[in-house]
């Protein structure tokens, strides 16, 4: 008898060590063909993103490079502007220096008026 319930604890174990790997393998293969499904519709939806995107995008390179150029050629005429004001308020700084020196000169010298 005792050899007997050895051959059946053996067989129950192996029963059981299959049928936790088969669980084990039904398990695994859910989750990990769900994550490929998922990985798969990603992927999917990447590229017919990048296909819907793609014609936007080159024509926002085309446009982009236009609109820098738009914006360095107002960019320029601005600064040439700047530059413009900056030389005509240093010549009225300039005025202001001559006649504050007339000022003190006429001050130092007495000027009856």
Do not use: C
């Not at 700084?93 to 000027?111: C, P, S």
Request: proline share 3%; glycine share 8%.
């Amino acid at each position: 008898m005792p050899e007997t319930l050895e051959k059946h604890s053996l067989w129950v174990g192996i029963w059981q060590a299959a049928l936790g790997l088969f669980i084990g393998i039904v398990v695994s293969a859910f989750i990990f063909g769900r994550q490929a499904g998922d990985l798969r519709q990603k992927i999917n939806d990447v590229v017919s993103w990048k296909q819907e995107a793609s014609p936007r995008i080159e024509r926002m390179d085309r446009g982009g490079s236009i609109s820098f150029e738009n914006f360095k050629t107002h960019y320029d005429a601005e600064q040439a502007k700047q530059y413009k004001r900056l030389d005509k308020l240093e010549e009225e700084i300039r005025h202001i220096q001559t006649i504050e020196l007339r000022i003190e000169r006429l001050e130092r010298n007495g000027n009856p008026h």
